[in-house]
């Protein structure tokens, strides 16, 4: 996908690749999972052995406060529920920059912690804006966390056409493929990575409704 050596050219495969899910035909999909306001679809991953998830839902807020929300930086930790820590590693080009972050176990401890170390990259997408990342190699790893990879992913947000009404109203779509590692049998996988999509949502519209 490329090297941190030379973020432009990462950045611009990163949001290349995004784009290419997110224009992907809809009988590509499979409902993984549905609530009352969010869907969550999947489909097989070119990247790994496993899954590329689809994931949206409205949320009322506009496309700037929301991917703020999600983002690296000071407000992810404080509502993100599987989230654990978090710290930015490297700043490096305007938008980029490189985090290690820690998940809570998962589904009775069956999923242990994992530790994470991804590129991250914010820029404008249509009328909002495209979040997205990939894990990169780095070498310090904690000893108590198996390190986890994330293949291409992310966010996008845009303001629905009546975005104007009050509250703001936003589309929020995810594409998030996720190779744990360790050995976790594939359906508590897809159990986890479903399941954890919807509370995202339900964790995100919080946040944002108590601010």
Request: proline share 5%; aromatic share 10%.
């Amino acid at each position: 996908m490329g090297s941190l050596q030379e973020p432009s050219a990462l950045t611009a495969r990163l949001q290349n690749t995004l784009i290419s899910y997110h224009s992907l035909d809809e009988n590509e999909w499979r409902v993984a999972k549905k609530s009352k306001d969010v869907t969550v679809w999947r489909k097989s991953s070119e990247e790994f052995h496993g899954y590329l998830y689809k994931a949206q839902g409205m949320v009322d807020d506009n496309p700037n406060r929301i991917v703020d929300y999600i983002r690296p930086g000071p407000y992810r930790l404080d509502w993100d529920s599987l989230m654990t820590a978090m710290d930015i590693i490297e700043t490096l080009d305007q938008g980029c920059c490189v985090m290690r972050y820690t998940t809570a176990g998962q589904l009775w401890n069956i999923i242990a912690p994992r530790e994470f170390v991804d590129f991250s990259y914010t820029t404008d997408y249509q009328d909002g804006l495209l979040s997205c990342g990939i894990s990169v190699e780095h070498e310090e790893q904690h000893q108590s966390y198996v390190r986890g990879f994330n293949h291409p992913c992310g966010w996008f947000c845009v303001p629905t056409p009546d975005s104007t009404t009050t509250p703001a109203q936003s589309l929020l779509t995810g594409y998030i493929q996720t190779d744990l590692r360790g050995m976790i049998p594939q359906s508590a996988v897809d159990t986890a990575m479903a399941s954890t999509l919807i509370n995202f949502y339900t964790d995100l519209r919080r946040a944002l409704k108590k601010a």
